[in-house]
């Protein structure tokens, strides 16, 4: 099992920025992807951003220019710099692994409790 423990999310006005991380712990063998997803009131959950072991970034095209995600893998932590944030980044931010466990040895989507951002005046 793993277990993901994410901090920073908070109220910012407009324009104002975030860090958000979140730590993985466990039994770990391998983490494949570390990623942060977000469900505003009535919408569904989107990818925000995402990072692989390998280093390659994707971006949801509503962030690109203003998030930056970025990890440290011997923390197995990853985070996201959020810049310029507007109202309309408001909503729950979760984080998400994909990660191989020990001792089965098999992969599987983790997922993070989630952190409140809220970007008002």
């Known amino acids: 099992q793993v277990q993901l423990m994410e901090s920073g999310g908070g109220l910012v006005q407009p324009g104002g920025s975030l860090r958000l991380s979140c730590a993985a712990s466990?039994?770990?063998?391998?983490?494949?992807?570390m990623g942060w997803h977000r469900q505003a009131p009535g919408k569904q959950r989107e990818l925000v951003a995402l990072?692989?072991?390998?280093?390659?970034?994707n971006y949801a095209d509503s962030v690109k220019g203003r998030f930056t995600i970025s990890g440290d893998s011997a923390k197995n932590t990853v985070y996201l710099q959020m810049n310029n944030l507007n109202p309309e980044d408001t909503a729950v931010y979760y984080c998400?692994?994909?990660?191989?466990?020990?001792?089965?040895?098999?992969?599987?989507?983790?997922w993070g409790q989630g952190t409140q951002v809220t970007v008002s005046s």
């Open positions: 990072l692989t072991s390998g280093g390659t970034t």
């Open positions: 998400s692994s994909t990660a191989v466990t020990s001792p089965t040895f098999l992969g599987r989507l983790y």
């Open positions: 466990g039994s770990i063998v391998k983490i494949n992807t």
